[in-house]
């Protein structure tokens, strides 16, 4: 099981939200499988401070933390997983 949900975003419309905390370097889940983007992959917003990068592996792309990651606390959102879409664009490049 994944520590995300797709939940209200701060930034735009709905995103990626950290269910549980996720520790740096840490896969968070897969944003295209296939050659098909993941829900993960659709609500993952741009940040130009981001806390997570898209990374090829195996023909598939993973979110993965540059940082420790806040979870929910007390019934509130955890942190919005956030990624640079320049760097996205890059790492979709890498699978062609």
Do not use: W
């Not at 992959?41 to 898209?54: I, Q, Y």
């Amino acid at each position: 099981s994944y520590k995300v949900k797709i939940g209200a975003s701060s930034i735009e419309g709905r995103g990626l939200i950290a269910t549980a905390d996720i520790a740096e370097d840490e896969v968070i889940c897969p944003a295209r499988i296939g050659g098909m983007r993941t829900p993960a992959g659709r609500f993952t917003n741009h940040s130009a401070c981001p806390n997570a990068r898209m990374t090829a592996f195996n023909g598939d792309l993973f979110l993965v933390a540059l940082c420790q990651i806040d979870g929910c606390r007390g019934g509130t959102d955890g942190e919005e997983i956030t990624v640079d879409y320049r760097d996205s664009i890059k790492a979709n490049k890498e699978l062609t």
